[in-house]
């Protein structure tokens, strides 16, 4: 077990790692912190890490830079004293103000969870991913139409997690505005408080209620709501910040493309988020990851909630030195505007 003040060491080190990005030797460290003790035991502490596997030096008579081990330990301690912390309370006061100011102007889930990833990436300096809630298990707020044309209707899908969904109906003769009502009633009748997931079950009956005559242009209108339904069962992240990753690209050992890839496809890394399974803030470092497009990068993630469900994760993607502190808030941030809006 790592004792106290080679702890404090391995924080000094990765602090200093962290803001400057060149390795950290015996000196300056004695020079920047206070120990209170003497240059050779801080070369014996730092040694005692190379050899546990918390720092490793890149040359010969170089200083030392941490491992995925030592980011580890570093980021454990980090988290668990987040509570505590008064750095990560200040950061996270200031954030929740300035994303809420954006945040709480927008309804429609889509514009709301893409604008939490461009703030998340522009607060943080990396990129950011929001993963999307799973749709399915949300209820129905209502369903709306509206006539824009005499064959021609929009309609609308509408959650009680505010989302707002809309298709382009093409009737095959014209419709009334009393028919469009009743579609409207009559659908909504077996939708409405109903899981988005027990839709097609539920709605496929209803056409059945319609007089012979109207059964072509109900059907019609059916099929859109089906293509609504359907399009709550993508896996989709949001995702912003690929040219903070590309100002770093020299502290991805190569693999930057091939990231940028697993980012853009996001099938691979919505599955990896979805398989996360923490409802405390929880960091991914290195070698650590499963997926292999992300062996050279850090997740620091938390979960967003609704009614004490976890929906979905909130993420930053970084090289595995970012700054965890400030990422950490950030993080905290966002996934708890998200839950608040998600039990609006």
Do not use: C, W
């Amino acid at each position: 077990m790592i004792s106290v003040r080679n702890l404090a060491v391995l924080r000094a080190i990765i602090e200093d790692f962290i803001a400057t990005n060149e390795p950290v030797a015996s000196k300056s460290l004695v020079e920047r912190h206070s120990f209170g003790v003497s240059s050779a035991t801080i070369r014996n502490d730092m040694a005692t890490l190379e050899e546990e596997g918390y720092l490793s030096a890149p040359h010969t008579s170089s200083g030392r830079i941490p491992t995925d081990k030592g980011y580890r330990v570093f980021v454990d301690q980090l988290i668990q004293a987040e509570a505590e912390s008064v750095e990560i309370k200040k950061s996270f006061t200031e954030l929740t103000k300035q994303f809420s100011k954006t945040l709480n102007q927008l309804t429609d889930l889509d514009e709301r969870l893409e604008t939490s990833a461009q703030l998340l990436a522009k607060a943080t300096g990396e990129a950011a991913v929001i993963q999307y809630p799973n749709m399915n298990t949300v209820l129905v707020r209502s369903i709306e139409v509206v006539r824009v044309a005499n064959n021609r209707a929009l309609v609308l899908l509408i959650t009680e997690s505010e989302r707002i969904q809309q298709h382009l109906v093409i009737f095959p003769a014209d419709v009334s505005e009393e028919l469009l009502r009743l579609f409207r009633t009559k659908f909504n009748a077996a939708a409405s408080g109903k899981l988005i997931d027990d839709l097609p079950a539920l709605l496929k009956p209803v056409l059945e209620s319609f007089a012979p005559a109207d059964k072509g242009s109900a059907q019609v209108f059916l099929e859109g709501l089906f293509l609504l339904i359907g399009s709550n069962r993508q896996d989709k992240i949001a995702f912003a910040g690929a040219t903070n990753l590309v100002r770093h690209e020299d502290q991805f050992a190569g693999g930057l493309p091939s990231l940028l890839e697993t980012l853009d496809q996001q099938k691979d890394l919505f599955a990896f988020l979805s398989n996360v399974e923490s409802a405390k803030p929880k960091a991914i470092i290195g070698s650590e990851n499963s997926v292999v497009e992300l062996a050279n990068s850090s997740l620091l993630l938390s979960s967003y909630q609704n009614q004490g469900d976890d929906l979905a994760k909130v993420a930053v993607v970084g090289p595995t030195r970012m700054n965890y502190s400030k990422n950490l808030a950030a993080v905290l941030a966002l996934a708890h505007l998200l839950s608040n809006d998600s039990e609006d």
